[in-house]
């Protein structure tokens, strides 16, 4: 497992609050072993967007302006 930095970390709970409606389409109960091809690529997908846009989001409030 990687460690994950600070900023990173501080972006997880928007990848999760991201994943949480798409979760609830799929529905909780189902296994990973379950879900369609579909469904994963849109899990990726949604992980994926979400993490860039927060850690620009983070980058953003942490940069020095001049």
Do not use: K
């Amino acid at each position: 497992m990687v460690d994950f930095t600070e900023e990173e970390t501080q972006a997880l709970p928007a990848v999760m609050r991201a994943l949480g409606p798409e979760m609830e389409r799929i529905g909780w109960d189902r296994s990973l072993g379950q879900l369609t091809q579909n469904d994963m690529h849109r899990l990726i997908v949604i992980t994926v967007e979400a993490f860039r846009a927060e850690m620009a989001e983070v980058a953003a409030q942490s940069e020095i302006p001049f």
